[in-house]
């Protein structure tokens, strides 16, 4: 057994409150996963519904790399609460990848969400042994401060095997979800975290603030998948139709499910599939949930 495994099963062993912290921080990641498959219409993106613009997964692969994806999120918060080094955290979720791998037959249901929802996950942890609030400063001071530094390393190293992301960012610029862990995740603190406070405050339900949250992640993000599938050319057409549909009310207008719909349609005609704004959603979700439902 080497010093990282001996050091995962020991923080995670049953019956201390470290271990149950864990275990609290990894339901709610795992909810905030789940969620986010759950809502429709997404446009181009898989639900319970159908299968978007997806042709090799559907809503029971997702729901396989899920299952596979719990001890994984167990053990990286468990790894912030005991200071963990960024190698460390990065060998926890290669892990979590090749379970997820095995779980989906080969196929890439989770792998945005196990690096951002990993890096939140520890620093989640992290806060919660120093009894430091999870609020939006305080957990983007912690991935600033013990984090960056091997991030920005590794988004000038890259790997063997580029990501969609690292692609993109090679060809358009676009810097995808390294670079939004480099910079401690503004999409999900400043675009998504504050336009699902909006809704909710607006008197939206959780699946309609959400679905709003949604399109304005949409206009406002450039993401990675969709120019990997479609090109700059579908981006600027899902950024142009989610601005539309949220200068016409978004959620709070007679109509707009049947305007989200449309939408939805073309992408998956359209083969553009937006995972990276579910990505982020899903991470808006799950801070919100540390945040109303004390660890």
């Not at 709610?28 to 993106?45: I, Q, T, W």
């Not at 707009?256 to 808006?284: F, I, K, T, V, Y």
């Amino acid at each position: 057994m080497n010093q990282l495994q001996h050091n995962t099963i020991a923080v995670a062993q049953p019956g201390g409150r470290a271990h149950r912290i864990a275990r609290q921080i990894s339901l709610l990641a795992v909810r905030s996963l789940y969620r986010e498959l759950a809502l429709y219409p997404k446009p181009g993106l898989v639900s319970f519904r159908d299968n978007g613009a997806h042709r090799d997964m559907n809503a029971a692969t997702f729901v396989r790399s899920l299952f596979s994806l719990r001890g994984y999120f167990v053990a990286i918060a468990a790894a912030g609460m005991r200071d963990a080094k960024f190698n460390e955290l990065q060998q926890i979720g290669l892990a979590a990848e090749t379970r997820m791998l095995h779980a989906t037959r080969g196929i890439n249901t989770h792998r945005g969400a196990i690096f951002t929802h990993g890096i939140l996950a520890a620093a989640a942890g992290r806060a919660s042994a120093r009894n430091i609030a999870p609020s939006d400063d305080n957990l983007r001071a912690i991935v600033t401060a013990n984090w960056s530094h091997d991030l920005r390393a590794i988004a000038v190293a890259g790997t063997a095997i580029p990501s969609h992301g690292q692609l993109m960012a090679a060809r358009h610029g676009a810097t995808g979800a390294r670079g939004e862990a480099l910079l401690a995740f503004p999409s999900v603190f400043e675009s998504a975290l504050p336009a699902l406070r909006s809704a909710l405050a607006r008197g939206a339900d959780t699946q309609n603030a959400l679905l709003h949250t949604f399109f304005v992640l949409l206009a406002e993000t450039t993401d990675t998948n969709v120019l990997f599938r479609s090109g700059a050319e579908g981006l600027r057409f899902i950024q142009t139709q989610a601005a539309d549909f949220l200068e016409r009310g978004s959620v709070f207008e007679a109509g707009w499910q049947a305007r989200a719909e449309s939408l939805h349609r073309q992408c998956s005609m359209q083969n553009l599939s937006p995972g990276g704004c579910a990505d982020l959603l899903a991470a808006a979700w799950f801070i919100h949930q540390l945040q109303t439902d004390p660890l």
